[in-house]
């Protein structure tokens, strides 16, 4: 089987790696690169757990051909910090217990990135229509919602 090779640009650093034609993006990033901090949940794009931001737009990396990564910005849960220092979204997390097991923070993550990316001044209402497409078994919405504002609102206050 003839293998794809795949050059990218993947959380601000050029990659490079090899995939079958139908190989999904969220396979590539975790066979193919090693970053494992994305998960599969569903398989079928229904849970989150798997998103991603390719060329700033929330995508589910389970839906997503490794090959049409080629040329293009990819950024994952590992690409969020900065080095060492947690982003504001990953510590607010922490400090709002809004993560249990795991699965399913990374994607929140990410796709909460994505929102204050494009909406600095979300309002409740907005988070959660936002999010709706990540689910979660353990904790509740709540928590993860109160974790999305305290982060824009660090966000913004950084900012001034």
Request: aromatic share 4%; with cysteine.
């Amino acid at each position: 089987m003839s293998r794809l090779h795949i050059e990218t640009t993947v959380n601000g650093e050029p990659a490079e790696f090899l995939c079958a034609a139908d190989e999904t993006l969220l396979s590539g990033l975790r066979n193919g690169l090693g970053l494992t901090g994305t998960k599969e949940g569903c398989g079928t794009g229904d849970c989150g757990a798997c998103s991603v931001i390719m060329n700033d737009r929330l995508v589910a990396s389970c839906l997503v051909l490794a090959a049409e990564a080629q040329g293009q910005s990819v950024t994952t849960i590992e690409g969020i910090a900065s080095g060492t220092t947690l982003h504001p979204l990953q510590q607010a997390f922490l400090e709002e217990a809004a993560l249990q097991c795991g699965i399913c923070t990374p994607g929140f993550i990410v796709a909460a990135k994505a929102l204050l990316d494009v909406n600095p001044e979300p309002t409740e209402e907005q988070v959660r229509y936002w999010l709706a497409g990540n689910l979660c078994r353990c904790t509740g919405y709540d928590k993860i919602v109160r974790a999305v504002l305290e982060a824009a609102g660090e966000m913004r206050s950084a900012t001034v």
